[in-house]
Every structure is written in C-alpha cells, then in structure tokens.
C-alpha cells in the first residue's frame, strides 16, 4: 500500500507541510534576523537531514545509509515537531488536521513501517 501514487503524493505533501509549518513557527518565535534564520534555517536543516539519512534500498540513494528503525524515528520526530510547531504557533485546528492525517497515513503504511523495522 505505501507505493501506491496516491499514499506517495499524500506522503510527499505531508513532508512539505511538515517543513512550512516548521517555517511558520520559526517565523513566529524568532525577532529581526533571527526571524529569517529560525524559518528558513531550521526546515532547510530538516530537509538536508531528511535527504541525507536514508535507509538502503529505499528508492533513490543513500548518501548516508541508516538503519529503518532510526529512518522511522526521524520520520516521526519530524511530524510530532511540525506538529507541536502548529500547536505551539496556535494554529490549532491545523495541529489536529496534520497530526490525524499523518497518522492515518502511517496506518495505511505499515508494510513500510515494518519494512523499515526490519532494515
């Protein structure tokens, strides 16, 4: 199920959300400068990481190859912190929205989740 297109475009929006909600937090904690180098910094930091550490025979390379269990638990750190982001941001109806689907979406991924587990 994790390799349909449709859970692949979800998967993929999901991540880009992720990263702007990341962005709106920083916009919102950060004064001056430092506004532009928490929301711009911190997703960039994010997305370099994400690119980076990847799990081999994961489509694509892997420039830094990581066990699955680990991949998971960068994955879900990601979202539980985009997700706190919204919350912390009061975007609360968007929190819920975020956190629900992602969920829902992991849910429906589980042969990637236990393909990942046993990497």
């Known amino acids: 199920m994790s390799s ?7 998967r993929f929006l999901l991540e880009i959300i992720a990263l702007i909600a990341i962005a709106v937090w920083g916009w919102q904690e950060g004064e001056g400068w430092v ?3 928490l929301a711009i910094g911190i997703p960039v930091i994010a997305a370099t990481f994400w690119a980076t550490f990847r799990v081999p025979n994961d489509p ?3 420039p830094v190859a990581i066990p699955g269990i680990l991949r998971l638990i960068f994955e ?6 985009a ?7 009061n975007l609360i109806v968007w929190a819920w929205i975020l956190g629900i689907i992602t969920l829902l979406h992991y849910a429906t991924s589980y042969d990637r989740i236990l393909w990942l587990i046993r990497q």
Do not use: V
């Open 4 to 10: 349909h297109p449709i859970n692949l475009g979800l």
């Open 35 to 37: 506004r532009f180098l």
């Open 60 to 62: 694509g390379t892997a």
């Open 76 to 81: 879900l750190g990601i979202f539980a912190f």
């Open 83 to 89: 997700t706190w982001a919204l919350f912390d941001s």
